[in-house]
C-alpha cells in the first residue's frame, strides 16, 4: 500500500512563493509518475502540474505555468512542488496523487493513491 504526505502548506501573501513536499512511502518511488492536484472551496479538483518517473517528463497547468516548478528526488522518495508569485486563487487545498500509468498524467482518474491534502491560503 503506498503511502503519501504532503507538508509545507500555510499562509502566505500574494506575490510570495510556497513550496510543498510530498513524502512517498510503500512503494519504489522511482517507478511512479507524481502528479500535484488542488481543490479550492466550492469548486472541483483540478490538476495543477505531474513528473514522470524519469523525471524528463513534466507539465503544468496554465494557471501555473510559468511560475511553477515540479522536481523530485528519488533518493529522497519526495516530490516537490514550488509556486512563485502567488495570488488569491492559489488558495487550495494541495494534493498529491501517484500512479504507474505513464500517460494522461493531467487526469484525476489516472492516480491510484493520494495524499491526505495540505491547505495553503493566500492572502492579499
Known amino acids: 500500500q503506498v503511502q503519501l504526505v504532503e507538508s509545507g502548506g500555510g499562509s502566505v501573501q500574494t506575490g510570495g512563493s510556497l513550496r510543498l513536499s510530498c513524502a512517498a512511502s510503500?512503494?519504489?518511488?522511482?517507478?511512479?509518475?507524481m502528479g500535484w492536484f488542488r481543490q479550492a472551496p466550492g469548486k472541483e479538483r483540478e490538476f495543477v502540474a505531474f513528473?514522470?518517473?524519469?523525471?524528463?517528463?513534466?507539465a503544468y497547468a496554465d494557471s501555473v505555468k510559468g511560475r511553477s516548478t515540479i522536481s523530485r528526488d528519488n533518493a529522497k522518495n519526495t516530490v516537490y512542488l514550488q509556486i512563485d508569485s502567488v495570488k488569491v486563487e492559489d488558495t487550495a487545498v494541495y494534493y498529491c496523487?501517484?500512479?504507474?500509468?505513464?500517460?494522461?498524467?493531467?487526469?484525476?482518474?489516472?492516480?491510484?493513491?493520494w495524499g491526505q491534502g495540505t491547505q495553503v491560503t493566500v492572502s492579499s
Open positions: 510503500g512503494g519504489t518511488f522511482s517507478r511512479f509518475d
Open positions: 513528473i514522470m518517473r524519469s523525471g524528463s517528463g513534466i
Open positions: 496523487a501517484t500512479t504507474t500509468r505513464g500517460y494522461n498524467l493531467a487526469l484525476i482518474t489516472s492516480y491510484d493513491y
